[in-house]
């Protein structure tokens, strides 16, 4: 009997060593342990056992039995805990490592030259106010000093909404609302966009214009030099020279375009040995019109001409951006291509 202990033992050791499941165990487990489990026979037959071999037999069968329950459940516990570390491995979560990082925007360069000269505006104390887009034609043109019939009414290439209302051409009606509005003192800026139909590698459609003025009394062209010198140097450098160039616009007298030394070849005309081809070798970029409010706008929003006197500017938004940025076609502001946008 015991003999056939000590060989059913190394049997199931045998069978233990093949396991490598939980289900091999489960099989092992009843094939030995189970109901008709071979050592649960085996054991059953110690009842027919001469009395006094009985304990020492059933001694050792219950060592065996124990044992393999032993063993299976060492066996169930270690396997149970190697998947568990597994497990704990592949989630291993490294939180040293820098997050997902999501793609942000940025400004576009066209909004970053308005805001800048906007702010260079508000640095020197001009408040900021907007008129609407939609304009009728007394605020974009009678009360600016053009009459339905000026010549200059052709060279803004209207786009009309009715027979009275337009989209607006430039920023000069803001000028009109808020001297409608408000007594002199005034220093004031209006950003915004324009709408003209013309359209190629300069001119688009819809562009943007910072329109500015001063009223006050005893208001001189040389505050509107000061101004602008200021502007320019701040936009563009502190090297920038202006040249003011007469002109004529409807709503100033005098009138002046002014042009700051090429940004390019810092108004040497040439570069690189070759000709500026920016300033076309003139050394001069032409950038802003401006001049002294004239006394017929004053009347129309019933200021004393006599009394008051100011200065207004019209700068636009596209050309400093192409200047600052060194842009060659002015669609590219507007494509949204984003890799042109990407290198601003
Ligand atoms: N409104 C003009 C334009 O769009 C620009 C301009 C010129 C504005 C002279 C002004 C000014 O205020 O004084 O062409």
């Given at each position: 009997m015991?003999?056939?202990?000590?060989?059913?033992?190394?049997?199931?050791?045998?069978?233990?060593?093949?396991?490598?499941?939980?289900?091999?165990?489960?099989?092992?487990?009843?094939?030995?342990?189970?109901r008709k489990g071979r050592l649960t026979e085996v054991m059953r037959g110690v009842g027919a056992l001469a009395p006094e071999e009985r304990p020492a037999v059933g001694e050792l069968a219950n060592a065996l039995k124990r044992r393999v329950d032993e063993c299976i459940t060492a066996l169930r516990e270690r396997w149970k805990a190697e998947r568990r570390q597994h497990e704990l491995e592949r989630e291993r979560l490294d939180v040293t490592l820098p997050g997902r990082v999501w793609p942000y925007g940025h400004v576009h360069p066209l909004t970053a030259a308005l805001d800048e000269a906007v702010a260079i505006f508000v640095s020197l104390g001009f408040s900021v106010?907007?008129?609407?887009?939609?304009?009728?034609?007394?605020?974009?043109?009678?009360?600016?000093?053009?009459?339905?019939?000026?010549?200059?009414?052709?060279?803004?290439?209207?786009?009309?909404?009715?027979?009275?209302?337009?989209?607006?051409?430039h920023t000069s009606p803001v000028q009109i609302r808020v001297m409608e509005n408000q007594e002199p003192p005034i220093a004031a800026i209006a950003p915004g966009a324009v709408f003209r139909h013309d359209d190629d590698v300069t001119h688009s459609p819809m562009f943007h214009q910072v329109e500015g003025f001063l009223v006050d009394r005893a208001v001189t062209f040389g505050d509107l030099k000061g101004v602008l010198s200021l502007f320019v140097q701040?936009?563009?450098?502190?090297?920038?020279?202006?040249?003011?160039?007469?002109?004529?616009?409807?709503?100033?007298?005098?009138?002046?375009?002014?042009?700051?030394?090429?940004?390019?070849?810092?108004?040497?005309?040439?570069?690189?040995?070759?000709?500026?081809?920016?300033?076309?070798?003139?050394?001069?970029?032409?950038?802003?019109?401006?001049?002294?409010?004239h006394p017929a706008v004053f009347r129309a929003v019933g200021y004393d001409p006599e009394v008051v006197t100011g200065f207004a500017f019209g700068v636009g938004i596209e050309r400093v951006a192409m200047l600052k940025y060194g842009i060659t076609d002015i669609r590219l502001l507007f494509q949204n291509d984003l890799r042109f946008l990407r290198q601003f």
């Open positions: 015991k003999a056939t202990l000590d060989a059913l033992g190394a049997e199931i050791e045998n069978a233990l060593d093949g396991c490598r499941s939980d289900e091999d165990l489960e099989r092992v487990r009843i094939a030995y342990l189970g106010y907007e008129g609407p887009h939609i304009e009728d034609e007394y605020h974009n043109f009678e009360a600016l000093n053009i009459p339905s019939d000026h010549p200059a009414r052709d060279m803004h290439d209207t786009f009309f909404v009715d027979h009275t209302h337009i989209l607006r051409t701040r936009m563009f450098g502190d090297d920038t020279r202006l040249r003011f160039r007469p002109s004529f616009f409807p709503f100033t007298e005098p009138s002046a375009e002014i042009d700051i030394s090429c940004v390019i070849c810092g108004g040497a005309r040439a570069v690189n040995g070759g000709t500026c081809r920016v300033c076309k070798a003139t050394g001069w970029l032409e950038i802003l019109g401006a001049g002294m409010i």
